[in-house]
């Protein structure tokens, strides 16, 4: 599918989603008249609102960082690894084996950590010099908190591909430092631009010129969150790709990808180098090797970028949000749910034990959906709108999954 223009504001917005949601499109159209902003703003076939900027997009900041267009998960991404074991003779019993062992070996949820630091030489290097926001407390938690899961969307999923073989994935990020981190800068992005009386349309999308002393602390700061949350998955899969080998004797790991869709770089686009943002999206240069997520229920892919510079050479992260986590709560059905997810092994839908209040929803008691199949776009409409972007390389469908 070809983008769509519109012009909402200073600057064009091109979409590869088909119909945006209004408020998404309306923070489309704030960014499309912030004052950093370069060429267009691009949305990608998985947009859905986010904060100040929709999750899904991409922008281009001449000279400035937007901390909010990052987001409070910096570096959050994927990780995913094929091996050489045929998918055909994975049974129940051994995804059920192998994901029983994961979870003794990654806490999972949010708050659940490790008991003890963990050792990491990126963490000592910056022990007398914590990224800004985080205090004592936060940087022994940071410590403990490598190699953990944490909550919401992120996964852990054992798959089997198109290609006949079967695949381990994971979704994680910075866990709590790369909130602080995120929350820190925002409001020093803030009060910076209050006292210089800059003009921006969203108080959510204050920003920091990219050579200032504050801009520089970000980028910083934002740079060590990126290599914590790679760090943080390398480690994970660490444990799974061993699980894997105590069940599947002789298995080989033969190929492995660890990617960002939280972050900001310096990259070249239309002749200027500029601060490319990308928030829930994933870098799609010519050749690069990327990671498509379904929901939890549904396929995912690994794929090959083509470089469209419409799209500042990027992708979707996933399949996208069609509800919000209260909404699907409240409307979903268990029954539907779990028809949703038959045949692949998970550990049931818990109760919402008043997480969003005491509506009534569909079927009795109120249950935790928030990650159900039907709470996310089809993700084959999303690869489709995406044909220009990306080469699908191989089709993961699910065997087992664990949510955080």
Partial sequence: ???????????????????PEATALQQAANLADHPVLFRHVALMPDCHVGYGMPIGGVIACDNAVIPNAVGVDIGCGMGAVQTN????????????????????????????????????????????????????????????????????????????????????????????????????????????????RAVIPDRQLAFLPANSAAGQAYIRDMTFALEYARENRRRILAVFKDEVAQVLKNVVFTREVNIHHNYAAAETHFGRTVWIHRKGATSAQAGETGIIPGSMGTASYIVTGRGNPDAFMSCSHGAGRVMGRMDACRRLSKDACDDAMRGIVFDGWKPARGKFGRGPAKGGALYDL???????????????????????????????????
């Fill in 370 to 404: 928030e990650e159900a199949p039907q709470a996310y776009k089809n993700i084959e409409d999303v690869i489709a709108a995406e044909q220009d972007l990306v080469h699908p390389e191989v089709r993961l469908r699910p065997l087992g999954v664990i949510k955080g």
């Fill in 85 to 196: 074991f045929p998918a055909a003779e994975m049974t129940p019993e051994r995804v059920k084996k192998i994901l029983h062992g994961v979870k003794r070996g990654v806490p999972l949820g949010e708050g659940h950590a490790h008991r003890t630091r963990q050792a990491w030489n990126g963490l000592e290097a910056r022990d007398g010099d914590r990224p800004g926001g985080v205090d004592a407390g936060g940087w022994e938690l940071a410590a403990c908190n490598l190699g953990t899961l944490g909550g919401g969307n992120h996964f852990i999923e054992l798959q089997a591909g198109d290609d006949g073989l079967l695949w381990l994935m994971i979704h994680s990020g910075s866990r709590n430092l790369g909130y602080r981190i995120a929350e820190y800068y925002h409001q020093l992005a803030l009060r910076l631009n209050e006292q210089e």
């Fill in 1 to 19: 599918m070809e983008w769509s223009r519109n012009d909402l504001g200073r600057l064009p917005v091109l979409s590869w989603c088909a119909t």
